[in-house]
Nanobody, 127 residues
Framework: QVQLVESGGGSVQAGGSLRLSCTASPDIYRRNCMAWFRQAPGKEREGVAVIYTPNGNTWLGDTAKGRFTISQDYAKSTVYLQMIGLRPDDTAMYYC????????????????????WGQGTQVTVSS
C-alpha cells in the first residue's frame, strides 16, 4: 500500500507563488510515475505535471508550461510542484498521484492511469 501526503497549499494573490509537496511512503524510488493533478468545482480532474522517478524526466500539462515545475528529492521521498505566476483560474484542489498503470507518455497526464492518490491540498488564488 502506498500513502501520499500533500502539503503546501494555501491562499495567495494573483502573481504569487506556492510550492506543493507530496511525500510518499514507501519511498518514491519504488514508484515509476508521480504526478500532480488538480480539480476545480464542477470541472474534470486535470493533469498538471508528471515526473518519471527513475530518471527524473518530466512532462507538463498545457496550463502548467512556463509557470510550474515538478521535481523530486529521493532522500526525502518527496515530489514538489513549484508554481509561479499564479492566476485565479489555478484555484483548485491539487492531488498527488503515484504509480502509473501504463508507461505510455500519451497517458501520463490522464487521471485514471494512476493507482494511488493523496487527499489533496487546496490552492486558492485571488485577483
Amino acid at each position: 500500500q502506498v500513502q501520499l501526503v500533500e502539503s503546501g497549499g494555501g491562499s495567495v494573490q494573483a502573481g504569487g507563488s506556492l510550492r506543493l509537496s507530496c511525500t510518499a511512503s514507501p519511498d518514491i524510488y519504488r514508484r515509476n510515475c508521480m504526478a500532480w493533478f488538480r480539480q476545480a468545482p464542477g470541472k474534470e480532474r486535470e493533469g498538471v505535471a508528471v515526473i518519471y522517478t527513475p530518471n527524473g524526466n518530466t512532462w507538463l500539462g498545457d496550463t502548467a508550461k512556463g509557470r510550474f515545475t515538478i521535481s523530486q528529492d529521493y532522500a526525502k521521498s518527496t515530489v514538489y510542484l513549484q508554481m509561479i505566476g499564479l492566476r485565479p483560474d489555478d484555484t483548485a484542489m491539487y492531488y498527488c498521484a503515484a504509480d502509473c498503470r501504463s508507461d505510455r507518455v500519451s497517458v501520463y497526464l490522464t487521471w485514471n492511469n494512476y493507482n494511488y492518490w493523496g487527499q489533496g491540498t487546496q490552492v486558492t488564488v485571488s485577483s
